[in-house]
């Protein structure tokens, strides 16, 4: 009965007769799936991918780049890019946006973070609307093939609510981070909510310790790519402080959303049926972690909204945290 009533509450099959059937070979994946768990059909990854290509393509609608090309003093509607066979859904010149994309004016008129507007206007919404918004077609083309590659396995073996709520959080922990610091230029795109998806790869690795055979492998693949994300981020045009607070609030949340039983507890279905098992089905470590990880989650957000609503220039206590996001160079200059 045991084994039955696991198959139903899992998500394992059933040949029919009470027994489970044999587990699977175990796949080479970063994130193991163990005989039992249940793998869920992506569909909110999907869903995110396109409600993002639906919103750049209203922005390029509310662009319009023709009408306000022609009636702009700098230039005619022949200097919109593409112009010829995308007509209203034209891109800006190229010497002012080269990623392929709207104007700053539109993408301000639609939800982008910008830190007056969030502090002295109040409009503490921008922090949630920027995550939907892009830049131009490269900064879309981007985050979406990285949000596929991440997502989709995180939501297989976490689900939607867990990945959700992760994505969600870790793009405003990104916004709350990049206003503090970033006063003159506006900020788009789900960079910071994707960074937030690896925090909480790293840390669900952390603290699902115990089920991964080739731990050393996981967490040097891991911590290269994090690792190479975050270096592109010191390159000029790149807001690096998104990306580093929607990775420590992934982090964060991976602790506390990402937690899976010991590979001890999965183990007691293998063990005949007279004999009892009472290893507990999280270990402890875990529950600190995630007790520890919650308290620093909630901390961190308060201190943070708390500085930006009252107008903090982080900046003024940081004088070398500008490095952060752009490291200047003989090639290149980061202004101010």
């Known amino acids: ?69 022609a009636s702009s003093r700098h230039g005619g509607a022949g200097s919109c890019v593409a112009r010829g066979f995308l007509h209203r859904f034209s891109f800006q010149p190229l010497s002012e946006n080269p990623l392929l994309g709207p104007s700053s004016a539109t993408l301000q008129k639609l939800g982008a973070l910008v830190w007056d507007k969030v502090v002295r206007e109040h409009q503490g919404w921008r922090l949630v609307t920027c995550i939907w918004l892009h830049a131009g077609v490269a900064h879309l083309l981007a985050n979406m093939i990285s949000l596929v590659l991440i997502g989709l396995r995180l939501e297989q073996q976490f689900g939607y609510v867990r990945v959700g709520i992760i994505y969600l959080v870790s793009g405003v922990g990104g916004s ?46 891991l911590l290269v790519v994090i690792a190479i994300n975050l270096a ?16 420590l609030t992934g982090f964060l949340l991976g602790f506390v ?24 089905k999280y270990l402890v ?16 957000f308060a201190i943070g909204l708390g500085m930006l609503f009252r107008g903090v220039n982080a900046n003024d206590h940081c004088g070398w945290c500008h490095y952060l996001s752009c490291v200047p160079t003989s090639r290149w200059s980061c202004g101010k």
């Open 232 to 247: 592109i981020g010191i390159l000029p045009h790149v807001d690096n402080f998104a990306h580093i607070g929607g990775f």
């Open 1 to 69: 009965m045991a084994a039955a009533r696991y198959d139903v509450e899992k998500g394992g099959r059933n040949n029919g007769d009470g027994k489970p059937s044999p587990p699977p070979p175990p796949p080479g994946h970063l994130y193991p799936q163990r005989d039992g768990e249940r793998e869920w059909v992506p569909w909110l990854v999907p869903l995110v991918v396109a409600v993002n290509i639906v919103l750049f393509a209203v922005a390029m609608y509310v662009n319009n780049c023709p009408a306000h090309a």
């Open 257 to 280: 959303f990402l937690m899976r039983p010991h590979y001890g507890w999965m183990q007691r279905y293998a063990l005949p049926s007279d004999v009892k098992y009472t290893t507990k």
């Open 176 to 221: 709350v981070l990049s206003s503090l610091f970033i006063r003159n230029n506006i900020s788009v795109g789900a960079s910071g909510a994707l960074f937030g998806l690896l925090g909480a790869m790293l840390s669900e690795l952390f603290t699902n310790w115990t089920i991964y055979a080739n731990k050393a492998a996981a967490l040097v693949t």
């Open 285 to 300: 470590y875990q529950w600190a972690l995630l007790a520890v990880a919650s308290v620093l989650a909630v901390i961190g």
